[in-house]
């Protein structure tokens, strides 16, 4: 793997990796934990949430889960893609015909920088084998709580399982952990900022501020950076996202 690539073979997968696959022509990427013996623990946002994410992207279709639905179930693992919440699936399912992509941690913060792509690394470090594996087995009989695609996705997920860590507030622009969120926000205010000294500017520097800025904005809201994330027991995760979850994990 490098900068240009986390794409791996299937016999390089060890149980505890966090693994994902882009869907929608590489819009968005679905995240998951590989538990080992083919098998996937993610977090899928279902068909009963579709409304809800088609209208909070102004109608344009990104499908956590996968880009099209299978009415019957898998005849590997009963997989069946209008499924929500925390499921259990084989890596065929999970991969949906897409490549397989290893989500890197403890990254150097120059590295991070160069992968541009949101979603593929993060500074922060992850915890031991056991630790990890044992939180993707607690939520998929437990839940993750409802699906949102800033607050809750399955990127937060698979992140909370790598490294239990998890926000402790929700007033930094109401996005979790999920790099692909951050990204999206780094991009919006990186294009505000630069149409507003667009005017005292040349197009040069108007590029060279717009990506400054969402390097930046990367930067300061990776996991490993933060001020706002901390350990907290998976005991201690509410089961339904809303607004005033933060008092219930730290009390």
């Excluded at 997968?13 to 696959?21: A, E, F, M, Q, V």
Aim: net charge positive.
């Amino acid at each position: 793997m490098g900068v240009f690539s986390n794409k791996i073979d299937r016999k390089q997968l060890k149980p505890g990796d966090h693994i994902y696959s882009w869907r929608q022509a590489y819009i968005i990427a679905h995240h998951g934990i590989y538990v080992g013996k083919g098998m996937v623990i993610h977090f899928t946002r279902g068909s009963s949430q579709e409304t809800e994410t088609r209208t909070m992207l102004g109608g344009f279709y990104l499908s956590s889960p996968h880009h099209a639905s299978r009415d019957t179930p898998c005849p590997k693992c009963g997989y069946q893609t209008k499924t929500e919440g925390v499921t259990q699936t084989c890596l065929d399912c999970f991969l949906y015909g897409g490549y397989l992509y290893l989500f890197e941690y403890g990254v150097s913060p120059a590295f991070f920088l160069a992968k541009a792509r949101g979603g593929t690394c993060t500074i922060a470090f992850f915890d031991s084998t056991e630790a990890i594996l044992r939180r993707a087995f607690f939520f998929f009989k437990k839940g993750f709580g409802g699906y949102h695609l800033f607050k809750n996705n399955c990127e937060d997920f698979a992140m909370y399982c790598k490294t239990g860590l998890l926000l402790v507030r929700t007033s930094i622009m109401s996005v979790g952990q999920s790099g692909q969120a951050t990204s999206l926000l780094a991009a919006a205010g990186a294009i505000v900022f630069s149409s507003l000294v667009f005017m005292i500017t040349s197009l040069c520097g108007l590029a060279l501020v717009g990506c400054a800025m969402y390097c930046v904005s990367r930067y300061v809201f990776d996991i490993g950076v933060r001020c706002d994330v901390t350990k907290v027991s998976v005991k201690k995760v509410p089961m339904v996202v809303k607004e005033d979850w933060v008092g219930e994990i730290i009390s």
